[in-house]
């Protein structure tokens, strides 16, 4: 189980940018395990279950079998073998890897055991299957693609809103019938599976990509949307009618067509219809017959897209009329028969349009049977299904008759071998299961007997069926020849998409002029509010203006009265360091005057002590000049006597005198 997811996406990167050798081994690992895959799910009794993831919120990506899971995952790995096989030496190796994602993503959605894991692996197909279109890389591939994938991300969108209500009522992810918007999971999937009018997507898509991209696209997209029809949706007479109309409408517009992988998209809608049809019914025959006709489909439908791609890569044409349009000699000349020269191609395409038309002995019989007998006297339904029948045998004796028998070409390269081989598997199979249809049965769900089913009745049914589309063929064969031109207005487009687009796009733009007025006044007032913001920041910044301005004058003013202060300051300075010299002048000059009026004192002093004692003796003398003589060291209260007393208060009064006067 997980092999088929896991491992086509793990060898991605080594097919994208690896050499070629690496990438042709990978590519051929690949193809082996699903053949494996595909032996496998037919022999083993289960495949397991598998949970990723397991602690995410809402819901693990997680996988197990259903009932219908092993028949689906039979033919997307049988077919996908088959078809990377064919692609192997044409496909580019963006596109191998596109297809390899792809075919992952459809087992996913089979395996899935939730909505949740549903959706991605939905989603991833859906952006895989687009990007095989748009890496052709031509005009008409990348309008296509897109056309291709808004269609499918519009059903993607719309099966997530059924999930969503689904979730609102159950309070559950789990795989189940829906509990509520049931009307979104039929949209939706009716997207995937092309009901009618969302089928336009096939007929752009397919015939745009390239040819062996075509292949798988063929196997994949619209299985999806019928296995998930049969799976999630409970039965209904809406689904069924849709299913026969398809049927009814895809061959009659393939019956139009010239080109052939178109004539071929057209088919695909018509027998996706007996499928759906089908799972619509939902009784076991029907859901049997749809599940396994989902299989044989696959093969046919790839084995024709191969075969019809041979062609178109030999001659470089698709065109029938080309193909049968009669030039000059010389040019006709130059052409070769399609059958003669390239008979394996002519015998697959062949051996398709047997297996489509439902004829014994092939394996679109088997399912054909199942489904034809499930509609049995069902009124509507059943002849829709009959003349769809008829339709096909016609368009496919078209397709044959004038594309292989009478289609005549210029051959300008030969097939690659490994698509001859993918041609010749594909071929056989779709042979085995017609003879040996039994081989199949252990994985149809409800075990319809396709044992014992090529009675005479079954055999002369679908006989009678192909022979009377042989009939309409060859009476309209000139017709159909020179091509059925139907005016513009007869198509779903003209009656339904593109009233449905004007009248959509009318009203986006009503919508979109509401908004743009809405935004407009809201830009109108939001500036008129800006504008009074700004006239009111305008007035308070004139404010802080103004006080900045003031307290700038403020501030000068205060530093002029500040700088007359200092200057004021200096000046006191100055006038008190002069003051304070010319004190300290003074009072050197006075410190001088008292030193000479102490010495000019003392003298007069000892002059007066002389002339007083003057009859002493001479050692008497000199004893009192000792005692006189004025030594300011030795001079302490201990000499000092009464006399000396009043000469010192004497001397101080003529001090005090001598200061004031100098003062």
Same mark, same amino acid.
């Given at each position: 189980?997980?092999?088929?997811?896991?491992?086509? =996406?793990?060898?991605?990167?080594?097919?994208?940018?690896?050499?070629?050798?690496?990438?042709?081994?990978?590519?051929?690992?690949?193809?082996? &395990?699903?053949?494996?895959?595909?032996?496998?799910?037919?022999?083993?009794?289960?495949?397991?279950?598998?949970?990723?993831?397991?602690?995410?919120?809402?819901?693990?990506?997680?996988?197990?079998?259903?009932?219908?899971?092993? =028949?689906?995952?039979?033919?997307?790995?049988?077919?996908? %073998?088959?078809?990377?096989?064919?692609?192997?030496?044409?496909?580019?190796?963006?596109?191998? %890897?596109?297809?390899?994602?792809?075919?992952?993503?459809?087992?996913?959605?089979?395996?899935?055991?939730?909505?949740?894991?549903?959706?991605? /692996?939905?989603?991833?197909?859906? $952006?895989?299957? %687009?990007?095989?279109?748009?890496?052709?890389?031509?005009?008409?591939?990348?309008?296509?693609?897109?056309?291709?994938?808004?269609?499918?991300?519009?059903?993607?969108?719309?099966?997530?809103?059924?999930?969503?209500?689904?979730?609102?009522?159950?309070?559950?992810?789990?795989?189940?019938?829906?509990?509520?918007?049931?009307?979104?999971?039929?949209?939706?999937?009716?997207?995937?599976?092309?009901?009618?009018?969302?089928?336009?997507?096939?007929?752009?898509?397919?015939?745009?990509?390239?040819?062996?991209?075509?292949? =798988?696209?063929?196997? $994949?997209?619209?299985?999806?949307?019928?296995?998930?029809?049969?799976?999630?949706?409970?039965?209904?007479?809406?689904?069924?009618?849709?299913?026969?109309?398809?049927?009814?409408?895809?061959?009659?517009?393939?019956?139009?067509?010239?080109?052939?992988?178109?004539?071929?998209?057209?088919?695909?809608?018509?027998?996706?219809?007996?499928?759906?049809?089908?799972?619509?019914?939902?009784?076991?025959?029907?859901?049997?017959?749809?599940?396994?006709?989902?299989?044989?489909?696959?093969?046919?439908?790839?084995?024709?897209?191969?075969?019809?791609?041979?062609?178109?890569?030999?001659?470089?044409?698709?065109?029938?009329?080309?193909?049968?349009?009669?030039?000059?000699?010389?040019?006709?000349?130059?052409?070769?028969?399609?059958?003669?020269? !390239?008979?394996?191609?002519? =015998?697959?395409?062949?051996?398709?349009?047997?297996?489509?038309?439902?004829?014994?002995?092939?394996?679109?019989?088997?399912?054909?049977?199942?489904?034809?007998?499930?509609?049995?006297?069902?009124?509507?339904?059943?002849?829709?299904?009959?003349?769809?029948?008829?339709?096909?045998?016609?368009?496919?004796?078209?397709?044959?008759?004038?594309?292989?028998?009478?289609?005549?070409?210029?051959?300008?390269?030969?097939?690659?071998?490994?698509?001859?081989?993918?041609?010749?598997?594909?071929?056989? /199979?779709?042979?085995?299961?017609?003879?040996?249809?039994?081989?199949? &049965?252990?994985?149809?769900?409800?075990?319809?007997?396709?044992?014992?089913?090529?009675?005479?009745?079954?055999?002369?049914?679908?006989?009678?069926?192909? $022979?009377?589309?042989?009939?309409?063929?060859?009476?309209? %064969?000139?017709?159909?020849?020179?091509?059925?031109?139907?005016?513009?207005?007869?198509?779903?487009?003209?009656?339904?998409?593109?009233?449905?687009?004007?009248?959509?796009?009318?009203?986006?733009?009503?919508?979109?002029?509401?908004?743009?007025?809405?935004?407009?006044?809201?830009? !109108?007032?939001?500036?008129?509010?800006?504008?009074?913001?700004?006239?009111?920041?305008?007035?308070?910044?004139?404010?802080?203006?103004?006080?900045?301005? #003031?307290?700038?004058?403020?501030?000068?003013?205060?530093?002029?009265?500040?700088?007359?202060?200092?200057?004021?300051?200096?000046?006191?300075?100055?006038?008190?360091?002069?003051?304070?010299?010319?004190? &300290?002048?003074?009072?050197?000059?006075?410190?001088?005057?008292?030193?000479?009026?102490?010495?000019?004192?003392? *003298?007069?002093?000892?002059?007066?002590?002389?002339?007083?004692?003057?009859?002493?003796?001479?050692?008497? *003398?000199?004893?009192?000049?000792? #005692?006189?003589?004025?030594?300011?060291? *030795?001079?302490?209260?201990?000499?000092?006597?009464?006399?000396?007393?009043?000469?010192?208060?004497?001397?101080?009064?003529?001090?005090?005198?001598?200061?004031?006067?100098?003062?």
């Amino acid at each position: 189980m997980i092999t088929g997811i896991a491992l086509p =996406i793990i060898l991605v990167p080594g097919v994208v940018f690896g050499p070629r050798l690496m990438r042709y081994i990978l590519m051929l690992g690949v193809i082996g &395990a699903l053949l494996f895959l595909a032996y496998y799910d037919l022999t083993e009794a289960t495949l397991g279950y598998a949970v990723l993831f397991g602690d995410v919120v809402l819901a693990p990506v997680s996988f197990s079998e259903h009932e219908y899971s092993r =028949i689906a995952v039979f033919g997307f790995t049988l077919v996908g %073998a088959f078809a990377l096989l064919y692609g192997l030496q044409l496909s580019r190796p963006s596109e191998q %890897a596109a297809a390899l994602i792809a075919l992952a993503s459809a087992v996913g959605v089979v395996f899935s055991d939730n909505f949740v894991t549903l959706f991605i /692996f939905w989603e991833m197909l859906t $952006l895989s299957t %687009a990007g095989l279109i748009l890496l052709r890389k031509t005009p008409d591939s990348l309008m296509a693609g897109l056309y291709f994938l808004s269609f499918h991300l519009a059903g993607g969108l719309i099966v997530l809103l059924g999930i969503l209500l689904h979730y609102e009522q159950a309070q559950s992810f789990v795989l189940t019938k829906p509990e509520a918007g049931l009307a979104f999971f039929i949209v939706g999937f009716g997207f995937k599976a092309a009901f009618l009018p969302f089928h336009l997507w096939v007929a752009r898509g397919y015939p745009s990509a390239n040819f062996p991209s075509s292949v =798988i696209l063929a196997g $994949l997209t619209t299985k999806i949307g019928v296995f998930a029809i049969a799976r999630i949706l409970p039965p209904s007479e809406i689904i069924m009618y849709m299913g026969a109309a398809m049927a009814l409408a895809g061959v009659t517009m393939a019956m139009l067509q010239h080109n052939m992988r178109r004539l071929l998209s057209y088919h695909i809608i018509s027998q996706v219809g007996y499928m759906v049809a089908g799972v619509g019914l939902a009784t076991e025959l029907a859901t049997d017959g749809a599940l396994l006709h989902v299989v044989n489909h696959m093969l046919y439908k790839a084995l024709l897209f191969m075969s019809v791609g041979a062609v178109f890569y030999a001659t470089n044409t698709e065109d029938l009329h080309d193909l049968t349009h009669v030039d000059s000699e010389e040019e006709e000349q130059e052409k070769e028969s399609i059958w003669k020269a !390239m008979p394996l191609a002519t =015998i697959g395409g062949i051996v398709g349009a047997l297996a489509i038309s439902g004829f014994p002995l092939f394996n679109g019989y088997v399912s054909k049977y199942l489904i034809k007998y499930a509609f049995y006297d069902m009124g509507p339904a059943e002849t829709m299904l009959m003349v769809a029948s008829i339709g096909t045998a016609a368009s496919f004796c078209k397709l044959i008759g004038f594309g292989f028998i009478k289609g005549r070409a210029k051959i300008h390269r030969k097939i690659p071998i490994t698509s001859i081989l993918a041609i010749i598997g594909t071929a056989a /199979f779709c042979i085995i299961l017609g003879v040996y249809p039994q081989m199949i &049965a252990p994985i149809i769900p409800y075990a319809s007997k396709v044992v014992g089913i090529y009675t005479f009745d079954g055999i002369w049914g679908a006989v009678r069926l192909a $022979l009377a589309g042989l009939l309409v063929f060859l009476n309209l %064969a000139a017709i159909l020849q020179r091509g059925i031109h139907l005016p513009p207005w007869v198509s779903v487009e003209y009656m339904i998409f593109n009233p449905l687009g004007k009248a959509l796009y009318k009203r986006l733009c009503q919508y979109g002029t509401a908004v743009d007025s809405s935004v407009d006044n809201f830009y !109108m007032k939001t500036g008129q509010n800006l504008y009074q913001f700004c006239q009111y920041i305008t007035t308070l910044d004139k404010g802080i203006d103004s006080a900045f301005q #003031r307290s700038s004058e403020i501030g000068r003013g205060l530093a002029d009265r500040t700088r007359y202060l200092d200057q004021a300051i200096d000046e006191g300075y100055t006038r008190t360091g002069d003051a304070a010299r010319s004190l &300290a002048d003074r009072s050197r000059r006075l410190d001088e005057s008292i030193d000479d009026g102490y010495l000019k004192t003392g *003298e007069a002093m000892r002059r007066m002590a002389d002339r007083s004692e003057g009859g002493h003796d001479e050692e008497e *003398e000199g004893a009192i000049n000792r #005692r006189l003589r004025f030594n300011p060291v *030795e001079w302490t209260t201990k000499n000092l006597n009464f006399d000396q007393l009043i000469l010192a208060l004497l001397l101080g009064a003529v001090l005090v005198v001598i200061f004031y006067t100098g003062r």
